[in-house]
């Protein structure tokens, strides 16, 4: 940041609602007259508002309605502006305008007023022309070494260049080499056009050399043949250029100067083809203006502004001062305007335009900041002191890195306080949603988010998530500075008809305080149920039903849910549809305290299941927060659906996968097509195409078709992924009511088997969650005596097929409803079944007769009539099914030849004979190890393995439900 601020002398506004670029501002003289002439700033937006001012410097710098001289709205979108001498015999100069597909020249003039009514000015048209390509930039000059007018060139989008000689037409060339259009400058030492290559290079094509390259008498800009023009010189910059600026030679004999603004580099090159110097810079640049200085000869005054608003003065490459701007400006020029408190003209004033159109005369000055460089110390410095200090800050230091983050001070606490409501009122939805393809009107719920800090907050953002379908009207807010405060307004609604399966909402804000700390909130509110279901009349009939038994007598439908308008006579029965899906039936039943959610779809019967239950705990909710409800639930688990929604899930993303790759491959082939024919569009000599372009709308053709695959893919995929979130989420909260987990366990067994899906990611659900359950079994859920034991290592490869996840799953669900639990374990690294292979390179030497030193605790043997529910030390028969173990304990045996007999442990959990000293028959050691069918140890996973299929939910957990029949 500069010490120094560029002062303004005069500012204005060119409009809100446009866009401005480096191409629409000109500063020059085009209604003035005689000596006293001074000069206009006209801007050009991009949509055709064309503003003309006339800067007068006053106190304060702000500008006056009589300012502007002219506004006027042209009918087509604008490109450039340019200003010269375009028509001959008439006073000032006059304006070109060039559009995507004309160019025109205008005269500024003005009329004398009338009484007390002042002058006004006209924009008139003079000519113009209509363009046979689509235009990209325009320059002027004197082409050819004319005096006394200059002439047009424009620049298409696909290298053509075209001349105009004022009202008429002189020729069009293509350039070679073209690929991209780029920056553009004339030459008039050498009267030869500069033009940017798709090299990052330069061409010099000389305007003779251009004129004659023509093998028709007649010239028009419907050209499609012509002679290969060859360049002057080419001089390669290595890097995007971004502008292009020439200092004309006052003399014949001396070169002119091109000014290169690359993207990291400014250079000067001479208009024979030799470099001057160059410029490393260490900031992105943004606009260029350069002159020729006017106190040394052959020197270059280059201003350049940075991507952080600060103006840098270079004198050839030697950086002489620095500025700072008010804001970034798109284009910059240097002017001489009216100073009227002076009486005179002020010469060498600098113009701005930023992008949204602020327009700003400045000039420098040596007006400072409020910004102060602290002046240095000059005391003495106190060595004893400095190490007191240092000692202090030192034990600071220690202090917080041992108590964490739970030691927050009281300055460090965030002071912004969020608040979120939801309305309970809904709107008539007013955003696109798929949903209205087949229901008349769809809701939508406002949520207001509050924000209000007592102190300055900068970089504050607000981020929003819901679960799809439901959609934002805006998922992130972002606020430069916060200093009192902000309401957020969000509308939620459904996008598409898929299954909602969670209706949460998660707000997360994170800011800089003052001291510049970064700080975040987050909060969750739940959405209304009415955004999603509707009533309708109940259905008797259905293939899913969920039964939930309480202890509570039964509470009538019309108080749980009296956001919907019911009939009086669905006290027992009611009826409720997902918007554009299925139906689902609440029943209460009249003689048992039980309820029963029956449906067509599956997944649909989470969300009513949930809310059923949530009402309920919330109704019997006692005045101390606690509840003495109790929910059960004594049905078998809906496995087989699950399973079946896994294998649907799967299939779809291999055939998400399947189109992916195919347009991959079409896209490929297009490309390829595309360089052939550039190719033979780039060649001077025209080549039959042999039918490329039919082979390249055919391939386009494919493309989109795959394109459209993909969408129907991607929707599918998301469809399966939210059928799959509600069946787990169900499946968790019966497994819950029927094994009765508790609140830990089960947020384990949820961080398992997620019902959280993801479908932008490469590794699907399939994968880690096949990974979770695989570490449950095999370290809390494993047998007793068994933990760690997995042959193979975890890992996140992806998967072929479903049968291992499925059997997992059937594992997990048997072995928690079986009174297994899921306990936080802290698992050593060599323990862990994620480590593939552990070495230990630790040895010791005991000499002989000396005592061993036992550390810790000894392990005592537990006696039990059943040696395999006895104690086994921990090492004595971990994994002995997988090869590595066991080469591992061969290893052992042969180390333990040259050992003493002191050194050598028990190797068997079956014997309490000590092996005799000296060498270890290695066979007997083979034979008496356990075998590695893992059938021989556990009976009933061999029948499992044996079998084709998994077995059916009725069987791994039959049904204890009561034979008696319910009235409903």
Known sequence: MSLFKARDWWRSSAGHDSAFDMSSLVVDCLAGEGDDQHMQVVVVSMAGLVQIFQPTNRPGG?????????????????????????????????????????????????????GSQGDSYVLSLAYQHTLARSAYSAIKGPFGGVKGKDYLAVLSLDGTLSVFEQEAHTFSRFLPGFLVPGPMAYVERTDSFIVTNSSYGLDSFKYQSLAVATDSKNESQEISTGRKVASDWSFGVGEPISNIQVIQSMDKDDPSSIVILGRQTLLTVLDTGGILWSKRLEFSPRCLLSSPSLMYDKRIISLVTTDTGTLMFYDNSTLKWASQLPYNPACMMR?????????????????????????TVSYMGSDPTLFTAAPPDSREVNYDETDRELSKLSAIIKQSQKEGTNAVSTSGKPTLKMDVSVSSQLEMCQYPSKVLETEPAVPMVAVTVQLHTPSPLTRVRVNLHVTQPLTLSQNTHTITSLTDTETL?????????????????????????????????????????????????????????????????????????????????????????LYGGPVITVLSSKTSQRYRLQSENLPSTWIMTDFVKRRLEQRFKKQDGSSDL??????????????QEIDSHFSKRRQHKHVMDTLTQR??????????????????????????????????????????????????????????????????????????????????????????????????????????????????????????????????????????????????????????????????????PFVTEVTHTDSFDIEEGEPMEIV?????????????????????????????????????????????????????????????????????????????????????????????????????????????????
């Open 489 to 577: 307004k969000i509308f939620a609604y459904l996008s598409d008809t898929h299954i909602v399966s969670s209706l949460e909402m998660n707000i997360v804000t994170t800011f800089m305080s003052a001291d510049g700390v970064p700080h975040s909130l987050h909060q969750s509110v739940q959405l209304p149920l009415s955004l999603v279901i509707k009533p309708c009349p109940p259905i008797k009939d259905a293939d899913f039903k969920v039964t939930l038994s309480t202890n509570k007598p039964a509470v009538s439908l019309l108080e749980l849910f009296p956001e919907f308008v019911l009939d009086s006579s669905m006290t027992n029965a009611a009826g409720f549809q």
């Open 856 to 968: 810790g605790r000894q392990l005592e043997r537990k006696s039990s009539d059943n040696d395999q529910d006895a104690f086994t030390p921990m090492g004595s028969r971990f994994g002995e099914s997988g090869e590595r173990i066991r080469s591992a304990r061969i290893r052992s045996a042969r180390s333990a030849r040259s050992r003493p007999a002191s050194a050598v442990s028990n190797f068997g959990a079956d014997r309490d004979e000590i092996p005799p000293d000296g060498p270890v028959d290695l066979d007997e050691l083979e034979r008496d190890l356990p075998p590695l069918n893992p059938s021989a140890r556990n009976p009933k996973l061999a029948e499992i393995k044996s079998e084709k299929g998994i077995e059916s939910p009725l069987e791994i957990f039959p049904s204890s439900a009561p034979a008696e029949e319910d009235t409903w």
């Open 62 to 114: 702000e500008s006056r309605a009589e300012d502007l001289l002219l506004e006027q709205q042209l009918p087509l979108p604008v490109l450039q502006v340019e200003s010269g001498l375009f028509m001959v015999n008439q006073p000032g100069k006059q304006l070109a305008v060039l559009h995507p597909r004309q160019l025109s020249v205008y005269q500024l003039s003005r009329r004398q007023g009338s």
């Open 667 to 832: 896209m490929a082939q297009f490309r390829a097509i595309e360089r052939r024919l550039l190719m033979r569009f780039k060649d001077k000599t025209p080549t039959p195409l042999t039918n490329l372009d039919m082979l390249l709308e055919g391939t386009y053709r494919q493309v989109m078709t795959s394109c459209d695959a993909v969408e129907v893919c991607m929707r599918d995929q998301e469809r399966s992924a939210s059928n799959l979130a509600c069946i787990i989420r169900l499946l968790l909260m019966l497994a819950k009511l029927s094994a009765g987990i508790t609140g830990d366990e089960f947020e384990r067994l949820e961080a398992a088997l997620t019902p959280v899906i993801h479908t932008e990611q490469e590794q699907g659900w399939e994968e880690t969650t096949d990974a979770a359950l695989t570490f449950l079994l095999r370290t809390s859920l494993a047998k007793p005596g068994r933990e760690n034991q997995g042959a193979t290592p975890i890992t996140l490869e992806p998967a072929k097929e479903t049968t291992r996840i499925k059997k997992h799953v059937s594992s997990v669900m048997d072995r928690i409803t079986k009174g297994g639990k899921i306990v936080d374990l802290t698992i050593a690294p060599e323990s862990s």
């Open 630 to 643: 109790e929910c059960s639930y004594s049905s078998s688990l809906p496995l087989q659906e699950f399973f």
């Open 335 to 359: 002017g001489k305007l009216w100073d009227r408190e002076a009486s005179a003209t002020r010469d060498g004033l600098l113009v701005f335009l930023s992008e949204e159109g602020e327009v």
